[in-house]
């Protein structure tokens, strides 16, 4: 790196530095002469003269019988019974506009648009949804994201940033709170997301609103990426020194040069998992890059700069250095906290905004100083040098330092005078925000702690922080809808992880079983045509198969219909033995003409048609043998089966004498829908309806199940479509591009891959719709839907 550009780096930095030593100066007026006290307890005087704060602080009894605020559903409807959501979504849409959006809320036209905000979200939220198997409102989902993406016209970007969630979460080390880093970045997106949408009106061009609404969130994928990739990974303890030190060089060369190098020169334990950040961070630094303007090119490089070398100075500090002065341990927490918003702007390659910048730079260390407060403890634990962890540590020694808590009231007190000029809403949001910010810590850590806390951090103030003390305790609507979905997110990402792993656990446990009970037994005594056939159908049963709807089947059975596994197997090998039959048939130079299968060669390929064809007949014979084996069962409700059995099997028969029929056609989307479900989507079917019958599951208990295979097994047909255009043979185990070689109609041949993918999540979210109308617990299907169109092979 030459002399040149550090002498630039340090330019830009110095002059940020000098704008928060002026705006900590200031601060640290107030905090000496307490100052800052005396305007609160006026503005709290106000505050309280608020007829929704007049009713806050009575001890009607009315308010005992509200709900935890962390209950999304119950806490909403409450909010609805009780007539103070219209309240409630206001502040909370407000504060979003004040520290998102860097706005103030003196304006009309900031009122129109917070009101516009607030009626779109109590319409989303007062209609009668869907509920899901917890009880609570999906609006989390993936369903719900897509159909929000179809609204807005931009279903690509919804994909491609779903997909690229999947990926990041999938190789986030286990030293990263995957959940939080997860949030972390759905919220920059989010945020992003909100800047765009805030200058869009009803007036826009559709088109010119979708495609503005497609780069907002492929820009706030990029710029969020470095949270996880670059903040939490410096900061997790996976990299030793030395690595940190490289991995930090890199970021700061790249900025200042303004391209990251192609090769990631990386060895060690690590090398895997940064080669493949290095691979996405440059596509993301490529694609803002790509999107400047000419003229917000510089200060993008400028606003990255200040922030990542502010994080950087930050993150050496060690909680065993007593001498940090008061301007060491603030100034970067108050440049990196206001460079995360401001570079949202540059990101966007937006004009200038005067009043923006100034709201944002002084907002930002309020949200820092709120997080490290509740945080402290954790941040004690693990050392981390905060201004809380490093007062609490050395302010004994140091009377110099400046409390942090009192700088925190200080830092309220500037907002709503000096920047917002005493603003009435403003000061109402900003007094809830901070009551709730300490309500919230007091009952996350317990009141001991919190006192505990209290003791040493509110001891500067006695008369002002009595106040805060009793605005606490009395203070109840003071929530916030940001952290009711912030709540509701974490547990949406907690619960969705554990039944990630409780499916891959199931799956490959079930899977395991399953193999153990496929391979047919030959009789010593048995001719030897009888063995060959029998050695040719267990050389087909031993392929690599992923067993998908035995394991379906199993799991429905046994987990959600509760029948004895032991009872319930021979249905289990009678799936399994016509599925692999149809493969075997499937394969044949006479239809599909494959020459690999479950990665080893095909049937025909080892021996000969004829034998292929012999044992693909055996195995259906052997299905039935299995089917009429299940003794334990009504034998009247058996016989359903096995006719529900046959008229499937047919079905699929006649699915794949379509395909051969429209082969080298030209069909149409209904045609292609209509092969999809008769090859693909019975299979499905029989997978969950089958253990029903057995289970005498009621008629519309079938119907539901029959419309969510109908859907995902479409969604799975398309997702192989997509791969046998885009993979590679090793990562199919089957050669890829096989339907464009054998001129087969596909999903990608008729649409295309982009419209391909938007039919998939259509299917995708009207198979969920089906799943959330089940009364039975189906967190197993809801994955296995999701790894339907999320799988690699």
Same mark, same amino acid.
């Given at each position: 790196m030459n002399e040149t550009m550090m002498d630039d780096a340090d330019t830009w930095y110095r002059r940020? /530095?000098?704008?928060?030593?002026?705006? !900590?100066?200031?601060?640290? *007026?107030?905090?000496?002469d307490k100052s800052y006290g005396t305007v609160l307890t006026d503005d709290i005087r106000h505050w309280k003269k608020n007829p929704i704060h007049q009713s806050v602080l009575s001890f009607m009894a009315r308010s005992a019988r509200k709900p935890d605020s962390r209950h999304y559903d119950r806490y909403i409807q409450w909010l609805k019974y009780t007539g103070k959501l219209d309240d409630y979504l206001d502040r909370s849409v407000s504060y979003i506009y004040m520290r998102d959006l860097g706005q103030a809320l003196d304006?009309?036209?900031?009122?129109?648009?917070?009101q516009r905000v607030v009626n779109d979200i109590k319409e989303k939220?007062?209609?009668?949804?869907?509920?899901?198997?917890?009880?609570e409102q999906d609006e989390l989902s993936l369903a719900s994201l897509y159909r929000w993406a179809q609204?807005?016209?931009?279903?690509?970007?919804?994909?491609?940033?779903?997909?690229?969630? &999947?990926m990041v979460s999938s190789r986030l080390p286990e030293e990263l709170d995957g959940d939080h880093a997860l949030r972390k970045l759905i919220k920059i997106i989010v945020g992003v997301v909100l800047h765009v949408a805030d200058d869009l009106d009803e007036e826009t061009d559709p088109a010119e609103r979708s495609r503005r609404l497609d780069e907002a969130i492929r820009l706030g994928y990029s710029y969020g990426l470095t949270y996880p990739f670059i903040d939490d990974l410096l900061d997790c303890g996976l990299l030793d020194e030395q690595e940190?030190?490289?991995? $930090?060089?890199?970021?700061?060369? =790249? !900025?200042?040069?303004?391209t990251v190098p192609e090769q990631c020169d990386w060895s060690g334990s690590s090398q895997e998992l940064v080669r493949y950040v290095h691979g996405e961070l440059r596509e993301a630094f490529n694609y803002i890059k790509h999107y400047q303007k000419p003229e917000r090119l510089q200060t993008f490089f400028e606003q990255s700069y200040v922030f990542f070398h502010a994080q950087d100075i930050d993150r050496r500090k060690v909680l065993t250095n007593p001498?940090?002065?008061?301007?060491?341990?603030?100034?970067?927490?108050?440049?990196? =906290?206001?460079?995360?918003?401001?570079i949202v702007r540059t990101v966007l390659s937006a004009p200038e905004d005067e009043g923006f910048e100034q709201h944002t730079f002084y907002y930002g260390i309020y949200n820092q100083l709120a997080d490290d407060f509740a945080d402290v403890f954790d941040d004690m634990r693990d050392g981390a040098v905060t201004p809380y962890t490093y007062y609490l540590h050395y302010r004994e020694q140091r009377p110099d330092l400046i409390n942090p808590f009192e700088l925190y009231w200080s830092v309220i007190a500037h907002l709503i005078h000096k920047v917002y000029h005493g603003d009435s809403k403003t000061r109402d949001v900003m007094l809830d925000r901070a009551i709730n910010g300490l309500k919230r810590c007091k009952e996350r850590i317990g009141l001991e702690k919190y006192s505990e806390l209290m003791d040493i951090l509110a001891s500067g103030h006695p008369e002002f922080n009595r106040l805060m003390g009793q605005m606490v305790q009395r203070a109840d609507?003071?929530?916030?809808?940001?952290?009711? !979905?912030?709540?509701? !997110?974490? *547990?949406?990402?907690?619960?969705?992880?554990?039944e990630k792993a409780a499916f891959h656990t199931t799956f490959a446990s079930v899977r395991k079983e399953i193999n153990q009970h496929l391979l047919i037994t030959a009789d010593t005594d048995l001719p030897p045509m009888k063995t060959s056939l029998i050695d040719a159908a267990n050389y087909s049963l031993q392929g690599d198969g992923k067993r998908l709807r035995p394991v379906l089947a199993w799991v429905i059975g046994v987990q959600v219909y509760g029948l004895a596994p032991s009872s319930f197997m021979p249905l289990i090998r009678s799936l399994e033995y016509m599925h692999t039959a149809s493969l075997i048939f499937d394969d044949l130079p006479s239809q599909d003409n494959a020459s690999v299968r479950r990665g080893k060669p095909t049937l025909h390929q080892l021996h000969d048609s004829a034998t292929a064809e012999l044992t693909g007949l055996y195995l259906i014979q052997k299905a039935i043998q299995e089917q009429a084996s299940l003794m334990d069962f009504d034998p009247k409700t058996v016989l359903t089966l096995m006719r529900y059995s046959s008229q499937k099997a047919g079905e699929m028969s006649i699915g794949q004498a379509m395909d051969l029929q429209f082969k080298g056609m030209a069909l149409t989307l209904e045609q292609l829908r209509a092969v999809s479900y008769y090859k693909t989507g019975i299979a499905f079917e029989a997978c969950l309806v089958m253990p029903a019958i057995l289970a005498q599951e009621s008629d519309g208990e079938m119907e539901r199940l029959k419309d969510f295979a109908y859907h995902a097994g479409i969604a799975f047909q398309i997702k192989d479509d997509l791969l046998d255009a885009e993979s590679d043979t090793?990562?199919?185990?089957?050669? @890829?591009?096989?339907?464009?070689? &054998? &001129?087969?109609?596909?999903?990608?041949?008729?649409?295309?891959?982009?419209?391909?993918?938007? /039919?998939?999540? /259509?299917?995708?979210?009207?198979? @969920?719709?089906?799943? $959330?109308g089940m009364g039975r617990p189906s967190g197993f299907l809801k994955q296995l839907l999701h790894y339907m169109v999320s799988r690699n092979h």
């Open positions: 940020a /530095e000098q704008k928060a030593a002026h705006y !900590l100066a200031d601060l640290q *007026e107030q905090v000496t304006t009309p036209k900031t009122q129109q648009k917070i939220i007062i209609q009668s949804p869907k509920q899901g198997e917890s009880g609204k807005e016209g931009v279903e690509d970007a919804a994909i491609w940033v779903m997909s690229k969630l &999947n940190k030190e490289q991995y $930090s060089e890199m970021i700061r060369t =790249s !900025l200042l040069q303004g001498a940090y002065t008061n301007e060491e341990l603030y100034l970067p927490i108050i440049l990196k =906290s206001s460079s995360s918003r401001l609507d003071v929530d916030f809808y940001d952290k009711l !979905l912030r709540d509701r !997110l974490i *547990e949406v990402l907690k619960r969705n992880r554990e090793l990562t199919l185990g089957k050669p @890829a591009g096989q339907d464009s070689d &054998n &001129n087969i109609s596909s999903f990608v041949a008729i649409l295309g891959l982009d419209a391909a993918r938007r /039919e998939m999540w /259509e299917h995708y979210c009207q198979a @969920a719709d089906a799943l $959330s």
